[in-house]
């Protein structure tokens, strides 16, 4: 019901923008999220979009992130810039209040210095 995709390989400083297709009972009316996992680490929530649009994102990633969504397509995006080293990690979306509990597989983004 979550398919994450657009993740790579990439040098600080670079871009990638992941996509994440959701079901429709998921993704209608619901704020979604992107989170993410570091080897080692809890998962976290990086950024939410509301149902009409809001946004509100983790310190870490302010001005670097932006996510969207497209609600005729149950698709929301996360576009990723200037990559840092420590943006390295599994990045899943979800919903955005109190997560679904089957989680998609991810995608590995890894920032190489």
């Known amino acids: 019901q979550l398919v994450e995709s657009g993740g790579g390989s990439v040098q600080a400083g670079g871009s990638l923008r992941l996509s994440c297709v959701a079901s429709?009972?998921?993704?209608?009316?619901?704020?979604m999220g992107w989170y993410r996992q570091a080897p080692g680490k809890q998962r976290e929530l990086v950024a939410r979009?509301?149902?009409?649009?809001?946004?509100n994102y983790t310190n870490s990633v302010k001005g670097r992130f932006t996510i969207s969504r497209d609600n005729a397509k149950n698709t929301v995006y996360l576009q990723m810039n200037s990559l840092k080293a420590e943006d390295t990690a599994v990045y899943y979306c979800n919903t955005g209040v109190i997560p679904f509990p089957n989680w998609g597989q991810g995608t590995q983004v890894t920032v190489s210095p």
């Open positions: 979009i509301t149902s009409g649009g809001d946004t």
């Open positions: 429709r009972s998921l993704f209608s009316k619901n704020s």
